[in-house]
Structures are given as C-alpha cells and as structure tokens.
C-alpha cells in the first residue's frame, strides 16, 4: 500500500485482485484514510473518533460547537496539531469562562468512525435538548435538485475513493458553497461547521447538504450552529424528524436527481 507524499494523507493507493465478467486482474484502488483522531481539551480528552485525517484544525473547532463545549470559536483560545506513530491529537484551549463548563460533560469512550454519541455518560445526555434555530430563508425546489447534482463534483475523496461522505454550506448566492468530506458523516459535518465557523459564515439563511442518512445527532449538530435547513441524499430516522419538528429545522430527504421529501416545516421549501 502506498501513501501520498504529504503525512497525514486522506488516502492511500492499495493494490487489489478485481474479479471482473469472469477474470481475476491485477489492479490498484484508492481508499480513505482511517486514522484515530483525539480531540482535547485542556489536556483532556473529550474523544477519540476515527476519521480522515483532513481539515483537522475544522474538526477540532466545529466539534467543540456543536457539541456545546463552546459556543463561540473565539472561546478556543489556541489550537495545535500534533502527529504521532498511534495517530493524531487536535489539541485545544478553553477560555477561563468555558473551562469550568467543559468538566460538566466530556466523553471517555473511544468512538468508531463517526461515531455520534459514543461516549455519553447518560441516556438523558444523548437526548439533552436541540435548540430551536431561527426563521431563516428559503430554497427553491430547483435549487434542492440542483445541489444534488453540484455536490457530486465537489467530493474529491469521495470521487477517488467511493467511501467517504460529505456535507456541504449552500447559500442562495453562491450555491454549494463549502464542502467537507470524511470517512464519517457525523466528522463531516463537524469539519463543515469549523470550516463556517473559521470563515466567519453563518447558517441562519442558509442550508446544509448532506451525503448521508439523517440521524438524530445530525440534526442536533445541524440546530448547533444555526441551520434552518437540512437537505440529505438519504431518508432520516424517526427521531431524527421528530427532533427536526421540534427544533423547527426544515428536513428535505431523499434528494435525488428526480425529486426530494419534506418531512418537517415545508414552508421554507418554494415549490
């Protein structure tokens, strides 16, 4: 197997025996990178995912928002990558006023890729209340349609790979704006809102597009940072539309090249 040139690449080039109409051929295939990524604060872990070593400085702070460590990324008072031969630690500081706030909740399990609620030390926890976001804009049905095409040009990994899941800021004057990819999609989405966050970008008229199913916690990480709506490829679970309802999130599913499904506060969705 052979990596790229730069460490920490997002993949690596493995040599495979394809079977094909009949015939066994040598060949080669690119695969994402799984790397074991600790995210810590103040010298604490908070929690080990699995994830594509990529945008690491976007996951470290879209983890911290939308998992309610801060609110804000100005309360990061610093950031540092450090590589080692076990993997990677996105080390972070808190400011004084987020320090105390941090130690009331933290994680302690190692999380496989991905993972949203791995770790939690309560039932009542994995359920603690989503926020209700705010009235936000609009989109069209067109531009639902279109974003799901765009957004298959906007995945390098995914392109090159076939394996990895993406999530995306549209805004209705720039389109798919903003793209992060990962193994993961729960890791996706926190790279996309450090990325926002990083750039000064707000989500409140806004969408976010995702790659992948909608579960619960992509609902309640989307309400974290402000999204009004949620446009998926994939159907969502039950509770994720129940959590979406509530948190008054618009919840497009199925968006595919011939249609799409609402499931929550149609409204904001122009047909």
Not at 28 to 53: G, K, Q
Not at 223 to 233: D, E, F, L, R, T
Request: hydrophobic share 45%.
């Amino acid at each position: 197997m052979e990596g790229d040139s730069t460490p920490g690449a997002p993949s690596v080039v493995a040599r495979s025996l394809a079977y094909r109409a009949g015939r066994a051929e040598a060949g080669e295939r690119r695969l994402p990178e799984e790397t074991a990524i600790a995210l810590v604060h103040d010298a604490t872990t908070s929690a080990v995912m699995m994830a594509t070593p990529a945008d690491l400085e976007d996951f470290g702070v879209g983890f911290s928002l939308t998992e309610g460590i801060v609110e804000q990324p100005e309360q990061l008072s610093g950031l540092e990558i450090v590589h080692s031969a076990r993997g990677v630690e996105v080390r972070m500081w808190l400011a004084a006023e987020r320090a105390t706030i941090r130690l009331a909740r933290h994680r302690r399990l190692a999380g496989p890729t991905g993972c949203g609620l791995c770790g939690l030390e309560s039932l009542e926890e994995s359920l603690r209340p989503t926020p209700r976001v705010g009235p936000g804009g609009s989109i069209s049905a067109d531009r639902i349609l279109e974003a799901g095409v765009e957004i298959l040009g906007l995945q390098p990994l995914g392109a090159a790979t076939r394996a990895a899941h993406a999530a995306a800021l549209w805004t209705p004057d720039e389109g798919l704006a903003l793209v992060r990819e990962d193994v993961g999609r729960h890791n996706a989405l926190d790279k996309l809102a450090g990325a926002m966050a990083r750039a000064g970008r707000r989500a409140a008229a806004s969408a976010i597009f995702l790659t992948s199913r909608v579960s619960v916690e992509m609902v309640q990480k989307s309400a974290a940072i402000g999204a009004p709506i949620i446009i998926a490829v994939s159907a969502p679970t039950a509770l994720a539309v129940r959590t979406a309802q509530a948190a008054e999130i618009t919840l497009v599913g199925v968006a595919r090249s011939d249609g799409f499904e609402v499931f929550t506060h149609p409204h904001r969705v122009r047909v």
